[in-house]
């Protein structure tokens, strides 16, 4: 394993002031949500709905998709599909070759992150511009996002003032957020007027109509996708939703778990190109199919993307996006991307308490604190644990089956910490890190209860 | 075989046993008491404005007299004055001066503030985007309570395109805080007629 999460982590949080400040933004993101949700009398029921309209796409996907390949297709979309990651941006920088493009602009889609779009057609010299403000400030920056709908959240004005007066000339200094928004516009509107080739994700993809949705706050998709003569829409398969009218729960679901925000400013509905414009779709696979056949972790599929997730998990409020050295981060990752590559990510959802305030807040009811236990269990089993791990779990799996080893080894351990205290209290103990160890009792509970039973 | 097909057979061998679709009874969704208010309160607390007007005199003196004052303006509603069927024809080049547009909106959504616009309402899928300003106009009775009653009321694939819009362009990806104006229009003034 390369990278782990705890490493990047210890990294993250050396910075305590800016840490407690990371953690703060985000729990204010999360209480929006809470009001938001609170507001409506129906959530728990919205939520159900979502969850099962979602199960219901899972169980016959196969089906959805031929529908929604076909009526797609009769509406003058030009649908393509891709088994991985490779297949994927093969297909776009065909359609970019074809037509001799230069110029593109791409709003925020996840999937290309996954799949890497960027950096597979800048080795072939074709230099792409994210256009949501966030995606463009880390990209200047040479940053992958570091949340799925934040993606610039790890970063002061401070930072955003310094990188866009290198990258956009503006004022030395000056952090104020309208004024380098105000920058970014002028830049990004310069792009979207000249772009030739679009490129936007999907939020979601309607089977009985064959169109799909876009949603932004920034119209950034929009712009883009209504300017050049060439649009190309990228989607995992489960953006997959069966009918137009589920759009009504799923709409009213995302932008209120994601910001607190009763809908997203611009959701876009794309059923056919403008004349003379081509529309591309490309529907991916990249792992999921075999996703679908985990039945433990299945659900996985079910989710919309709304980072909820991520703002409420005390784990990564307090390590950061980047920690997670994966596309998407936070716990909804950390149970995906084991998928993708067991060895890679085999750290992931060991970053985590499991203590379910993930599962408590996903609008469409995934059960994420439990997948990351389960995934635990695959990970050991499969051998992808650190070995130190290995034999300290043995090690406690053989004291803690044995009543009279544990006694001896617990009384050991007291007489140890009592007399030659630094034998536990040093860096070599991690459990010693930035904390106190107790003080040992003199006897243990079954000591003590033996003796004082009788009163 | 092609990617299609592995893809398909993968899904249709993985995937559990059908299970059914809920029944999304709407009754239970919510309702308020007077519409209108509910509409005009949570589009202005996401940067709208509203305003209750009885008449389109009102909004056609403002297409006038933006006219008069030579500000390059898109109207796309016939009952207010010159159509700009031009604006079809028009690049983004072009269309990135528009000052203002004027475009009808076919439903309101008191819930969320969103109106709901078709294609053939914009005359250009740019208009409503890339406008400074954007002027909405919908009609009172038209305005649902919640998303599900406008899903019913609109047909999402009657045309090529058609938008839910709640508000200005806004972005927050400076430090959370919220700025007005990210990419599409600076403001969204929804004119409600009564």
Not at chain 1, 211 to 225: L, P, S, W
Not at chain 2, 68 to 81: A, P, Q, R, S, Y
Not at chain 2, 94 to 107: P, R
Request: proline letters at 4%.
């Amino acid at each position: 394993m390369a990278v782990k999460h705890a490493d990047l982590a210890e990294k993250f949080i050396a910075d305590e002031p800016r840490t407690n400040w990371h953690d703060e933004t985000l729990w204010f993101v999360r209480e929006k949500r809470d009001k938001a949700a609170h507001g409506l009398p129906e959530w728990e029921q919205l939520r159900e709905w979502g969850s099962q309209i979602k199960n219901n796409t899972l169980s016959n996907l196969s089906n959805y998709l031929k529908e929604f390949e076909e009526k797609a297709t009769a509406n003058g979309i030009k649908v393509h599909w891709a088994s991985d990651a490779q297949e994927h941006n093969e297909i776009v920088h065909k359609i970019i070759q074809k037509h001799g493009i230069q110029k593109i602009v791409k709003s925020k889609s996840m999937l290309t992150e996954e799949c890497q779009l960027n950096e597979f057609l800048q080795h072939r010299g074709i230099e792409v511009v994210d256009t949501d403000l966030g995606e463009r400030i880390v990209q200047f920056r040479k940053e992958p996002p570091s949340h799925i709908v934040l993606p610039a959240i790890h970063l002061k004005k401070e930072d955003v003032s310094a990188t866009f007066h290198e990258h956009l000339q503006t004022e030395k200094g000056n952090n104020d957020p309208q004024y380098l928004t105000e920058a970014a516009r002028q830049h990004l509107r310069n792009k979207f007027v000249e772009s030739q080739l679009a490129i936007t994700g999907v939020n979601f993809a309607i089977a009985e109509t064959g169109g799909f949705v876009v949603c932004t706050n920034e119209g950034n998709a929009d712009m883009g996708a209504h300017t050049a003569p060439v649009h190309i829409a990228c989607m995992g398969f489960e953006k997959l939703i069966p009918k137009a009218a589920h759009l009504s729960v799923f709409l009213r679901l995302l932008a209120r778990s994601a910001t607190g925000q009763p809908i997203t400013t611009y959701s876009s509905h794309f059923n056919k190109p403008r004349s003379n414009q081509e529309m591309h779709l490309v529907i991916v696979d990249n792992g999921r199919s075999k996703q679908l056949g985990r039945e433990d972790f299945r659900n996985s599929l079910k989710c919309i993307r709304c980072a909820a997730c991520f703002n409420t998990c005390p784990v990564y409020r307090r390590s950061g996006g980047h920690s997670y050295h994966t596309a998407v981060a936070g716990p909804i990752g950390s149970i995906l991307n084991p998928n993708l590559d067991m060895k890679a990510n085999a750290d992931l959802p060991f970053a985590s308490t499991l203590c379910g305030s993930c599962t408590n807040v996903c609008p469409v009811k995934i059960n994420i604190h439990e997948q990351l236990w389960k995934w635990r269990q695959v990970i050991v089993a499969e051998g992808y644990v650190a070995t130190s791990k290995k034999i300290s779990m043995l090690g406690m799996s053989f004291v803690f089956s044995s009543p009279k080893i544990y006694r001896l080894m617990g009384k050991t351990a007291r007489g140890i910490m009592h007399v030659f205290p630094f034998i536990i209290n040093n860096k070599l103990n991690t459990w010693y890190k930035q904390r106190e160890m107790p003080e040992a009792p003199k006897d243990s509970f079954r000591d003590w209860y033996l003796k004082n039973r009788k009163n | 075989m092609s990617a299609r097909e592995n893809i398909l057979k993968a899904i249709a061998m993985n995937q559990p046993e059908l299970a059914e679709l809920p029944v999304i009874d709407i009754a239970s969704t919510i309702r308020y008491e007077d519409s209108y208010t509910q509409f005009k309160t949570v589009l202005e607390s996401i940067g709208g404005k509203v305003e209750l007007i009885s008449d389109l005199t009102v909004l056609k003196e403002q297409l006038i007299s933006d006219r008069l004052n030579g500000k390059f303006v898109v109207n796309t509603i016939e009952t207010l004055g010159d159509v700009d069927e031009k604006a079809a024809f028009l690049s983004a080049f072009e269309l990135e001066k528009v000052e203002k547009g004027y475009v009808k909106g076919t439903v309101g959504v008191a819930e969320n503030g969103a109106v709901w616009i078709y294609e053939s309402q914009m005359i250009n899928r740019l208009v409503p985007f890339i406008c400074q300003h954007l002027i909405l106009v919908i009609e009172k009775k038209n305005i649902v309570d919640n998303l599900h009653q406008a899903y019913e009321k609109i047909d999402v694939s009657k045309e090529g395109f058609g938008v839910f819009i709640a508000g200005p362009s806004k972005t927050a990806d400076i430090e959370q805080s919220l700025v007005i104006g990210a990419h599409g229009a600076r403001s969204a003034t929804i004119y409600v007629i009564a």
